[in-house]
């Protein structure tokens, strides 16, 4: 998913300017995120883990204008409970960031 590494990639480097190395941090920092909200959603033992990891994947997507995790993550908070096929669509799209 070259596309979305390189929004992402745009997107820190609005924040960083021209410091690969802190762009490089930043992205870093997003991917331990975007892990930890995924493990979260992995782990929920109800509706709300599920909704509120969720909805933190959500945010971290949106602050890098990553649409596709944005919109999954999206869909995903609007469930009552945990949802196995749209998380191993979640962690598809992880993955290939």
């Not at 994947?57 to 596709?68: D, E, I, Q, R, W």
Request: with cysteine; aromatic share 4%.
């Amino acid at each position: 998913m070259t596309y979305e590494h390189g929004t992402i990639d745009s997107a820190l480097a609005a924040v960083a300017g021209d410091e690969p190395a802190v762009i490089q941090d930043l992205r870093c920092a997003f991917l331990e995120g975007v892990t930890r909200a995924l493990e979260t959603m992995k782990a929920a033992r109800d509706g709300q883990e599920w909704r509120e990891a969720a909805l933190r994947l959500k945010g971290l997507a949106a602050s890098v204008n990553a649409l596709p995790l944005m919109t999954l993550a999206g869909q995903a908070a609007e469930r009552d409970t945990r949802d196995g096929d749209l998380l191993d669509r979640i962690a598809e799209v992880v993955a290939r960031l």
